[in-house]
């Protein structure tokens, strides 16, 4: 039998539960909730809040479910604690995805995990132009390091395969849009109604026509009102591209590649620089099966693509992006 938590630890969990609610999820959706029983956190799916028609395969749900997660882990370790956790074979609507016990650290947190503590309130999804200065192999190289200890691999994207990558991307920015209910669903999560404390905000999504830097075409979002840093030529922006793959297609692979992912963008962003997460791509069956094929090697299924640039110095700060109140996906028990 487990022994029942102390009150400190279950503040510790609900502090760090709260600080994951920053965690990104496609569309900012938020698909995930908590349960704080009496000897330890589960994290569930809210099945809810899947993006139905954009991510028929459910992937993009668990993808911000690890995310969750591997920021919970964090931001424990930065307040002293160790986490147990255990990954659950997705199973019944009732099963957690995984089940969280945590007992105090026995000294600090490793360099990498204070890092990436202190960069969750600094991590924004950006879908500016980015500056002409390109990535350094070594800092490409740290952010494949953050993402190995959860099964996770970053292949970045050169020469004929960026080619192959970037126009896979068009393609899919074309053909989704055709695809059933995919734009009412886009509709639903970028026009929320007052309070709902999710969704695209008009401050996150750009003012100008859908973006597109050197070959590459971002997914199209209603007008907002971000602006870009200035009206320079496409060719400016000199970003990196990436593929995040998973160990497999399972549930419990896709929710440690959401923590590979999470881990990513949180070493990218401690690095200074500034990220776009993109699966539209992986969402179409025809892109998705040429970049597995074609672009990374079919032993490994891609998860997620990472658009990775510096800020160009004139961008303003970006203003995050809204989240719920913890108390709406935290139910405590026992
Ligand atoms: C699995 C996943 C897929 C995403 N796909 C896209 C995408 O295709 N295009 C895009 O612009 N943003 C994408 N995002 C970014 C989300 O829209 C973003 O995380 C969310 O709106 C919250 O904003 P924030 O990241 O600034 O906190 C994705 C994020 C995740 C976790």
């Given amino acids: 039998m487990s022994t029942p938590m102390l009150a400190a630890e279950r503040a510790a969990l609900r502090t760090a539960a709260a600080r994951a609610m920053r965690a990104p999820s496609e569309h900012n959706a938020q698909p995930w909730r908590w349960v704080l029983g009496p000897d330890g956190l589960d994290l569930h799916v809210d099945r809810s809040r899947r993006l139905r028609f954009t991510d028929e395969r459910g992937h993009g749900t668990l993808l911000g479910c690890g995310c969750a997660l591997h920021h919970l882990q964090v931001a424990l370790a930065g307040d002293g604690w160790l986490a147990d956790v255990r990954h659950q074979p997705d199973g019944p609507a009732d099963r957690p995805l995984a089940r969280i016990r945590i007992r105090p650290a026995d000294g600090e947190p490793d360099a990498r995990t204070s890092r990436h503590a202190a960069a969750i309130d600094e991590r924004h999804t950006d879908r500016r132009r980015f500056s002409g200065r390109s990535v350094s192999p070594a800092v490409l190289g740290a952010l494949d390091d953050a993402a190995r200890p959860f099964g996770g691999v970053l292949h970045l994207t050169y020469g004929g395969h960026r080619a192959l990558l970037a126009g896979a991307m068009r393609d899919a920015a074309a053909r989704q849009p055709e695809q059933e209910g995919y734009l009412a669903e886009l509709n639903q999560w970028t026009h929320r109604y007052a309070g709902a404390h999710d969704g695209i905000p008009a401050g996150a999504r750009l003012d100008g026509p859908p973006p597109s830097y050197r070959d590459l075409v971002l997914r199209w979002f209603p007008r907002g009102t971000l602006r870009q840093p200035h009206a ?34 949180l070493e990218a962003t401690a690095q200074g620089l500034g990220t776009t997460p993109v699966t539209q ?54």
Avoid at 284 to 291: H, K, N, S
Avoid at 300 to 327: F, I, K, M, S
């Fill in 281 to 334: 791509v992986l969402e179409v069956p025809e892109t998705r099966e040429l970049v597995r094929h074609l672009v990374v090697g079919a032993h490994r299924p891609p998860v997620c693509v990472l658009r990775l640039g510096w800020p160009d110095p004139l961008g303003a700060p970006l203003v995050p992006t809204p989240r719920r109140p913890l108390e709406q996906v935290l139910t405590e028990v026992g």
């Fill in 232 to 265: 320079g030529a496409d060719h400016e922006d000199a970003s990196a591209l990436a593929v995040l793959t998973a160990v497999d297609d399972d549930p419990v692979s896709v929710l440690r590649a959401g923590e590979a992912l999470s881990a990513v963008l």
